[in-house]
């Protein structure tokens, strides 16, 4: 059965007590499926567990210690194929109407000049796993919590024992980085592009504008048909335990 909060809380710091060591003490968590808001509601941690049914036990937790150290602790023992949560920093969408003015989200990707991101991170995991940021385009410019997505656009930096969705493609190299590049659809019916970075890196600044703009060219999709509505960052999980710290972050888009 599924472990209730109280007790995913404290079978949570009793592991993490023994498997990892804890950098500073927690100054906010949250349990399933809440959100912590950062800098002032621009973005929001979200402790996303859309796959968690496939378990029968197991828990996660989003956590805010300082803006150079916030991420998510996780704890999924399965053998099971599929994602069971994907806890991210938030920038606009997510099934939500959660914009900010100041994200400058949604962008129509006709006009979209940059995507300017930095992250850098700490990580201690086994299992399977992956970092990645997650990007949601819609033809809507203001996407609603029922609104379905036109496409899905995933930028792993790093993973381990995990295949993206749908079939490879080939190399492709933008602005000097190499990547492997893949195509598939989702059951639900939209599609998603995938780019993995061919060295997996834990520190990486580079605008995202240039990859958006790579499907365009290469006619996967018509940018004067599409908004970017959401910039996520965070880790897909498949199995086993681990801990992220994400320790520098930025995003600016115009």
């Known amino acids: 059965m599924k472990i209730s909060g109280a007790t995913a809380g404290a079978v949570m710091v009793m592991m993490m007590a023994c498997l990892y060591a804890p950098m500073v003490s927690a100054a906010m968590t949250s349990m399933a499926g809440d959100e912590i808001q950062i800098d002032g509601g621009k973005s929001y941690l979200n402790n996303n567990q859309w796959g968690a049914a496939d378990v029968d036990e197991g828990w996660q937790q989003v956590f805010y210690h300082s803006e150079h150290d916030m991420g998510w602790r996780w704890h999924w023992p399965s053998t099971t ?13 997510h099934w939500s109407s959660n914009y900010d003015p100041r994200s400058h989200l949604p962008a129509a990707l006709s006009s979209l000049h940059h995507v300017r991101t930095h992250a850098r991170f700490a990580l ?19 996407a609603r919590w029922y609104s379905s997505p036109a496409a899905e656009v995933m930028v792993w930096l790093r993973s381990i024992n995990v295949h993206p969705a749908g079939d490879y493609k080939g190399r492709v190299t933008i602005d000097g980085r190499h990547w492997g590049f893949y195509v598939g659809s989702l059951p639900t019916g939209w599609p998603v592009y995938t780019f ?4 997996g890196t834990n520190d990486l600044s580079m605008d995202l504008q240039p990859l958006l703009g790579y499907l365009a060219r290469t006619g996967h999709w018509r940018s004067d048909a599409l908004f970017l509505s959401s910039v996520e960052f965070g880790s897909e999980i498949y199995s086993g335990s681990g801990e992220l710290h994400l320790l520098d972050w930025q995003l600016d888009i115009d």
């Not at 993995?196 to 060295?199: A, D, Q, S």
Request: aromatic residues 14%.
């Open 81 to 93: 194929e599929s994602v069971k949560a994907y806890p991210a920093l938030v920038t606009g969408w």
């Open 124 to 142: 201690n995991a086994d299992g399977r796993y992956n970092v990645a940021y997650d990007l949601w385009c819609h033809t809507s410019p203001r």
């Open 196 to 199: 993995v970075l061919e060295e």
